[in-house]
T-cell receptor, first 112, second 119 residues
Framework: LAKTTQPISMDSYEGQEVNITCSHN???????ITWYQQFPSQGPRFIIQ???TKVTNEVASLFIPADRKSSTLSLPRVSLSDTAVYYC?????????????FGQGTTLQVKP | GAVVSQHPSRVICKSGTSVKIECRSL??????MFWYRQFPKQSLMLMAT?????????EQGVEKDKFLINHASLTLSTLTVTSAHPEDSSFYIC???????????????FGAGSRLTVL
């Protein structure tokens, strides 16, 4: 299972763009990169998933370079409600036998 | 979108009693469900993988006789904490695996979690 490394914490201000980078040097060919958001005392919530290049949805963008050894979650114009822990997970998302192991996550604090 | 319902959200029990937590996938069939536990200010720790109709696979260090997992149908998995003790107090979270409509790859949808307090 590919191990991920993220910054422990980040601070930002409302209205700014936030980029959280995740390193996964041992990513395997079949591994996808998935980001989850977790608020205190709640289950994690799916944000975005990608395999290569760039993926964008209504809440975030995910940038993956050609070597796939890292990825960057981009949150445009954050608000106070984006204060949460963000987890980057890497795993075989095509197999029905894979499992996802959570790393430490990045605690994002958005300030007014 | 996919929804996982988890109950109860909070439970307080006496030491030595057993507690059952239910996890239901409401609009998809979850062949596989995962159970995690989370201590304050820590990340989620995978406890076990639950497959419909077969025995759960437990992670190293997780006692299978203490944390009983049953996955009798494609929409229901249960975790029973047997003979609970104060050190079992934690936040337990289940998740169901399904295909994402956009990427076609598997993603997890999580329940809201169950806060267990053992007195």
């Amino acid at each position: 299972l590919a191990k991920t490394t993220q910054p422990i914490s980040m601070d930002s201000y409302e209205g700014q763009e936030v980029n959280i980078t995740c390193s996964h040097n041992n990513i395997a060919t079949n591994d996808y990169i998935t980001w989850y958001q977790q608020f205190p005392s709640q289950g994690p919530r799916f944000i975005i998933q990608g395999y290569k290049t760039k993926v964008t949805n209504e809440v975030a963008s995910l940038f993956i370079p050609a070597d796939r050894k890292s990825s960057t979650l981009s949150l445009p114009r954050v608000s106070l409600s984006d204060t949460a822990v963000y987890y980057c997970l890497v795993g075989d998302a095509l197999s029905n036998t894979g499992k996802l192991i959570f790393g430490q996550g990045t605690t994002l604090q958005v300030k007014p | 979108g996919a929804v996982v319902s988890q109950h109860p959200s909070r439970v307080i029990c006496k030491s030595g009693t057993s507690v059952k937590i239910e996890c239901r996938s409401l609009d998809f069939q979850a062949t596989t469900m995962f159970w995690y536990r989370q201590f304050p200010k820590q990340s989620l720790m995978l406890m076990a993988t639950s497959n419909e109709g077969s025995k759960a696979t437990y992670e190293q260090g997780v006692e299978k006789d203490k944390f009983l997992i049953n996955h009798a149908s494609l929409t229901l998995s249960t975790l029973t904490v047997t003979s609970a003790h104060p050190e079992d107090s934690s936040f337990y979270i289940c998740s169901g695996r399904h295909r994402d409509r956009v990427s076609g790859a598997n993603v997890l949808t999580f329940g809201a979690g169950s806060r267990l307090t053992v007195l």
